[in-house]
């Protein structure tokens, strides 16, 4: 298959069931993995869908060299410079200080110019410093990924679509999926109950984090719980919210990639976590649909 671009090639990934994880759990689990877009996650996706509608809005004109600034712990940031590259558009980062040196580098690979955040200043210390950054800077566009209605409408028109196509035979029982900016959650969460109304969706956050009771706390499983209830996350979306700890997310990182030879991070083994303590609640062979956002390769400090 031949494309024009880059662009062109982001989404239509596949979904494989894995086997021995499901054989583990007595579900039938299948995994979307996200972390074949260009790019390597589903904010590939995004990325462009936001770009796209402050194109169709007027606010961006391709070609025009105009800076797009985000606050992004490095997924949607590879994406913003991947579409900004091949768009014209200049991109500024802002990313935490804590976040994988290697993420950094490859945003700046891509020619993206990285701001840093202190970290220690609460989760969401890359969001208040991007804000602040456009404050000083009034041209530079802010796409905002927590607030932006493309983000969640870009995972309706493209991501839940096909899922619908690909289990048009096999109806879906439950959807377990991480929540960052809670875009793909509540785009897929409404597409897939409109099709399959008793489908279940969890949410899936760290040990330490309660978004229904709205605490939040710092954590390291990156992507997850943003240190705020997103104004884009549709809470009518979720059956309930699933807690995962850090150390079991390292574990089942190592296993899968014995097992079922998927490579993933963090927030994707917390996924699988989820699914696991809901072996005993579903009925057996229950079929349960998660998303691999990315591979382990921005993760590797964390297995020296
Ligand atoms: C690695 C990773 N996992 C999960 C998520 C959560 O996705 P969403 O923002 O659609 O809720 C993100 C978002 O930044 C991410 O980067």
């Given amino acids: 298959m031949i494309h024009e671009s880059l662009l062109q090639a982001i989404g239509e990934t596949p979904v494989v069931r894995l086997a021995a994880f499901s054989a583990e759990t007595g579900l039938e689990v299948y995994a979307k993995l996200e972390s074949l877009n260009p790019g390597g996650s589903h904010k590939a996706r995004i990325a462009l869908g936001m770009v796209r509608d402050a194109e169709a809005r007027g606010i961006l004109v391709p070609g025009s060299g105009q800076t797009i600034i985000e606050p992004s712990g490095g997924n949607t940031g590879i994406g913003l410079a ?9 991109v500024v ?5 804590n ?14 110019e ?32 927590q607030r932006n209605a493309a983000n969640p409408e870009t995972h309706r028109r493209s991501t839940a679509l096909e899922i619908l196509r690909d289990f048009a035979d096999r109806p879906l029982d ?3 999926a991480g929540i960052g900016t809670g875009g793909h959650i509540t785009g897929l969460g409404e597409m897939l109950k409109a099709r399959w109304p008793s489908l279940r969706v969890f949410g899936v956050e760290p040990e330490q984090c309660d978004l229904l009771a709205d605490r939040h706390a710092p954590h390291e499983i990156q992507g997850l ?12 979306v ?6 995962v700890a850090k150390a079991d997310c390292l574990e089942r990182v190592r296993r899968t990639m014995r097992s079922d030879a998927v490579s993933l991070g963090l927030s994707s083994a917390a996924n699988l976590v989820a699914i696991a303590s809901l072996a005993g609640e579903l009925p057996r062979g229950s079929r349960v649909l998660t998303l ?12 020296e």
Avoid at 82 to 90: E, K, Q, T, V
């Fill in 225 to 236: 719980s943003i240190g705020l209830v997103p104004s884009i996350l549709n809470l009518e």
């Fill in 114 to 145: 990285v701001v840093l955040s202190d970290s220690r200043l609460g989760n969401n210390s890359h969001g208040e410093k991007a804000m602040e950054l456009q404050l000083e800077n009034p041209g530079y566009v802010m796409l905002n990924q």
């Fill in 174 to 176: 439950c959807l377990v």
């Fill in 238 to 243: 979720l059956d309930g919210m699933l807690k």
């Fill in 93 to 97: 980062l802002v990313i935490p200080d």
């Fill in 99 to 112: 976040y994988s040196p290697e993420k950094q580098k490859v945003l700046r690979l891509y020619g993206a």
């Fill in 292 to 303: 691999i956002y990315d591979g382990v390769d921005g993760y590797l400090p964390h297995f």
């Fill in 82 to 90: 991947i579409a900004g590259n091949i768009l014209g558009y200049r």
